[in-house]
């Protein structure tokens, strides 16, 4: 799928994004049914441990940009990681470049308020760029947390003219994660490009989720995750068959040695 096959699926059908960071995985997802792949800023937390997002930066993003692009041949969108976009236009270019030049197709951009000029002119250069508004975890510690968005009424208002800012600015689509599902249906019903839910419900045009957490390799227990898999046990059931394996001298057999 490419950025106009995306963008046309509004209303046709829905959308499956999930994150991948690394070759293992892409090799995998290369053989689904998945639309597309987000290198995300959340690589921090789940391949490096760290607390939050905030920590992410381009060189790591862009080095798993290219590990997800060796085996992955679908569209690929890399975030930009914390205050990206409060470089300088040069920096913030080359930012972009570093993602674009590892095998991004996209990038994504949390927020709008004071970045509108930097979307655009992305844009304008022909760089695809995903917006994300809500629960933006590199403003987590504005919101004093991992919270839901939007519950009043003035903050369900500011984000859903964030959106609308977006796709003024030419933003492909919108990401719209951990608000009310009667807002995130109120703002894809309102919007032209398609909306991609995470924590959002089921009326956006699509939804993404992080491998690991639908996969049952976090520990994380959040409400708008559906686990497919536990990949987390079954991994440990492995490792302890093959150290019994080893310690009873079942392994290696003759089919596993050279002669």
């Known amino acids: 799928m490419n950025i106009p096959e995306f963008t046309k699926s509004k209303n046709q059908k829905k959308l499956t994004m999930v994150t991948c960071y690394d070759a293992s995985f892409a090799a995998a997802l290369q053989k689904t049914e998945v639309d597309a792949v987000l290198v995300g800023d959340s690589v921090a937390m789940v391949v490096y441990g760290h607390s939050d997002t905030v920590s992410a930066t381009v060189p790591m993003i862009s080095a798993h940009v290219a590990a997800v692009r060796s085996k992955y041949k679908g569209l690929i969108v890399g975030d930009l990681p914390f205050l990206a976009a409060q470089k300088s236009q040069t920096d913030f270019i080359e930012d972009v470049r570093a993602l674009m030049s590892a095998g991004a197709n996209a990038v994504k951009l949390e927020g709008v308020d004071g970045l509108e000029t930097k979307v655009s002119s992305l844009v304008q250069a022909g760089v695809p760029v995903m917006g994300h508004v809500g629960l933006t975890p590199q403003f987590v510690n504005l919101f004093g947390g991992f919270r839901v968005q939007g519950r009043t009424a003035e903050a369900e208002k ?71 898999d536990n990949l987390k046990d079954r991994t440990i059931n492995a490792v302890n068959a093959y150290c019994a394996d080893v310690q009873k001298k079942n392994f290696p057999k003759i089919e596993n040695t050279f002669v």
């Open 158 to 228: 500011l984000i859903f003219e964030q959106a609308l800012k977006l796709q003024e600015l030419g933003c492909f689509s919108v990401v719209l994660e951990c608000v009310p599902e009667g807002l995130a249906k109120k703002t894809t019903e309102a919007l032209r490009v398609p909306t991609i839910g995470i924590g959002a419900g089921v009326s956006t045009d699509g939804q993404i989720l992080v491998l690991q957490d639908m996969l049952g390799l976090s520990d994380l227990n959040l409400k708008f995750v559906k686990k497919y």
